[in-house]
């Protein structure tokens, strides 16, 4: 793939006129010899710069950024990217200042992803501004970095609403925006689906631009590779940009600062990154070859390719050897070289994808953030002068944080004991382990599929791996959870955080359906627990179980301030038995996890109506208690099954049970409480409750309405 016609007017092209040969040999020289002559200025976070347009804003006194909105006259002009369209390039830098501090100040009341949306403000204008969407499609991976993008697409009198029940989404949504063209909030799919567009759009006859933005880590996950290859077999016209903002591992809160960046990957993108000089020969080679033209060109074709091969080694031969003409790296806080870059691509007649590697730097523009991307990827609310968070107290800490807890304790007694994760080791709680055990704690990036079947290498050399991944997470590795553990019966435990219902991360980050994936595979054990004591419990029963994989799941949120075993050391269950935790008459409720502690609420409910529920913790899903399940249903008129998971899942394995034992063919109610078939958005976790109908007072409504207490039903929901 080699488009040798390009000439993009960098910095070198713009300070060296091709008519002066004489400049460009001595510039030639200079690059031979190795010397940087295009060293960009840093950015100076303290550094207050006059606004385009005579606008001033003073920074606080006791902060380092501004403590009042500045003015954005600019900005409040611009309500849809074509606003922007006969804008100056001075007056599009104007536009990037204004943009910046409109994030800044709109996620300080919402909280959200704050640093990846600050790093791309000057690429989503340049894109905004060169390009014609929505009829051009362009696709923002993961979708945490897309809050400039939705300023610039008629929200922006929105953003206060983000990730608020009925509000904006965190990430792009198809039903929210026309500009937002496909939906994301998971990694590495941007490649896959622009590249589906684009073959549409061919097959139509069309003649849209189709531009897929990826990085923050996703090029690290296979589907990104596999999406380029095929892009180079097809050769369809897209652009690919990688935003590298130097990047692999999500910096989510690490405990000493930002960790450098896993895998190879990184290395190479470094390399990339660090031989500017070829570079710069390459588009001086191309520049003379334009002028002179004739037997020149085949010489200047053999330096292009000589340039690209040694940039790195063969680094960006790495995309080019997959079919994408590679362009890069380009400043990605360069108005101009953005503009210009992007302008060239988008009318040169090319044939084939193109990939521009573009640098950024996470947090641009806020000092807070450039000093620690780890601790503002995702904020809460904060005050922008300072940068202070301000995190509500809590009496007990996270399920997260209790989990690593449980683990560390285990690491302590079996040496043997391991933890993986994918890029998420603040998410996750891993980096407290990873503080602890370094050697024994692996980040393997956002790669799911590897990160299980790592695991299952590491059960198969007798270590006992704990693969703790989100619930939505490991959606994507579902394959190999089937064909690479649960069939060879492997002893790898998952830990999947996240269960259930997520508040402001909205559907793409709710863990719905684990129970309903795993409980599903003939060798799993699939446990939950219904408070923080009963976590560290399980991590000790899933330590314990050597012969077969299992698994336990937890929500996101804190405890309910149990006391904790001692010394955080668990003690293992017998796998397959439930607990009663009230005993009571008529109607049975047996809870699955974080659902039990809504059970004792509902059944505190009834209480004041005469009514005295039995509550039961089933704590296992497979195997079930039968036993328990036995007796619950002889004993009781109703047997209501609760949880915070699909259908399919834990009431499901229970009705199963009772049809083949016999127990659905007396008298005995059985009714399951689970969320409801459909995907519910974003919101408080207190609202999403409501709508799927698990709150304590539905679950009472449900129990007075199988008794025909209709009356008393209506009560309780007003």
């Given amino acids: 793939m080699a488009l040798c016609t390009f000439q993009f007017p960098g910095q070198l092209s713009r300070a060296v006129s091709n008519s002066d040969p004489l400049k460009q040999n001595s510039l030639i020289s200079h690059l031979f010899l190795g010397t940087d002559l295009l060293s960009h200025s840093q950015h100076k976070p303290n550094q207050i710069k006059k606004r385009a347009g005579g606008v001033y804003a003073s920074l606080s006194e006791t902060g380092e950024y501004h403590s009042q909105r500045p003015p954005t006259p600019l900005l409040d002009t611009i309500n849809y990217p074509i606003h922007m369209k006969n804008l100056s390039i001075k007056e ?55 809050y400039p993008h939705k300023i610039l697409t008629g929200r922006r009198n929105k953003m206060q609403t983000m990730r608020q029940t009925n509000g904006l989404a965190g990430f792009t949504k198809r039903s929210e925006s026309v500009y937002d063209c496909f939906g994301t909030g998971h990694s590495s799919t941007t490649i896959s689906a622009g590249l589906g567009m684009a073959v549409g759009r061919d097959l139509k006859g069309g003649k849209n631009k189709v531009v897929a933005i990826i990085g923050d880590g996703a090029m690290t996950a296979g589907q990104a590779y596999e999406a380029m290859n095929n892009a180079g077999y097809l050769d369809s016209d897209m652009i690919v940009i990688l935003n590298d903002n130097k990047q692999v591992s999500l910096p989510t809160a690490s405990l000493d600062g930002p960790i ?159 933890a993986i994760h994918a890029a998420m080791g603040g998410g996750t709680g891993l980096n407290l382990f990873l503080r602890r055990f370094p050697s024994r704690c692996f980040d393997v990036g956002i790669a799911e599929q590897h990160a299980v079947t790592f695991a299952a290498g ?59 994936f795993m409980a599903c595979l ?85 209480e ?61 109610k059985w009714r399951p409480l689970v969320l409801p078939d459909r995907y519910i958005d974003h919101g408080s976790p207190s609202d999403q409750l409501i709508e799927a109908g698990l709150t304590p007072s539905h679950i009472a409504a449900t129990v007075f309405n199988i008794l025909g207490q209709t009356r008393e039903a209506l009560k309780i929901m007003t």
């Fill in 608 to 668: 004041t109506h005469g009514l005295h529920l039995t509550v039961a913790d089933a704590r296992f899903c497979k195997p079930l208690d039968h036993a328990l399940i036995r007796s619950l249903a002889k004993s009781h008129e109703v047997l209501i099954t609760v949880e915070e998971g699909s259908i399919g899942g834990f009431g499901s394995h229970v009705a199963q049970f009772m049809a083949l034992d016999g127990l659905l063919d007396g008298k005995i």
């Fill in 260 to 418: 450098p960046p896993v895998g190879a990957l990184s290395s190479a993108l470094s390399r990339l990154q660090s031989n500017r000089p070829l570079r710069e020969l390459r588009e001086v080679a191309k520049g003379v070859t334009k002028q002179i033209g004739g037997p020149m060109h085949e010489l200047a074709s053999k330096v292009d390719e000589y340039a690209r091969g040694l940039i790195s080694g063969s680094g960006s031969t790495l995309f080019e050897e997959l079919g994408l003409y590679y362009i890069g790296p380009v400043d990605g806080h360069s108005i101009d070289d953005l503009v210009a870059i992007l302008e060239e691509v988008k009318i040169t007649k090319t044939t084939g994808p193109v990939l521009i590697h573009v640098i950024t730097e996470k947090g641009r523009g806020y000092p807070y953030a450039e000093k620690a991307a780890d601790k503002y990827h995702g904020v809460t609310k904060f005050d922008p002068a300072t940068g202070k968070q301000f995190k509500a107290s809590a009496k007990t800490q996270s399920y997260t944080t209790y989990f690593a807890e449980a683990l560390i304790a285990e690491a302590e007694a079996d040496k043997d004991v391991v």
């Fill in 522 to 606: 003939p060798n799993m054990v699939v446990m939950a627990p219904s408070d923080e004591a009963e976590l560290f419990h399980m991590v000790a029963t899933a330590a314990a179980i050597d012969d077969r994989p299992s698994c336990f799941r937890y929500p996101r949120g804190n405890g309910v301030g149990v006391q904790l075993p001692v010394g955080n050391k668990g003690i293992p269950l017998e796998v397959g038995k439930g607990r009663i935790l009230i005993e009571g008459e008529r109607v049975a409720l047996l809870g699955y996890g974080a659902a039990v502690q809504s059970c004792l609420a509902a059944a505190a409910l009834v």
């Fill in 92 to 146: 599009l830098k104007q536009l990037t200042d204004e943009l910046r501090s409109d994030v800044i100040f709109n996620v300080s009341k919402t909280g959200g992803h704050l640093g990846s949306s600050l790093g791309v403000v000057e690429l989503t204008v340049a894109l905004h501004y060169v390009f014609n969407a929505p009829q051009d499609k362009i696709l923002w991976d993961v979708g945490h970095q897309s």
């Fill in 458 to 516: 590491l059960a198969c050399e007798g270590l006992k791996p704990f693969c703790t991944i989100y619930s939505s997470f490991l959606q994507r590795a579902y394959d190999q959870v089937v064909h690479d553990v649960d069939l060879q019966k492997l002893p790898v435990r998952f830990a999947m955080d996240r269960a259930g219902l997520v508040g402001a991360d909205g559907p793409t980050h709710c863990g719905a359906f684990d129970v309903t």
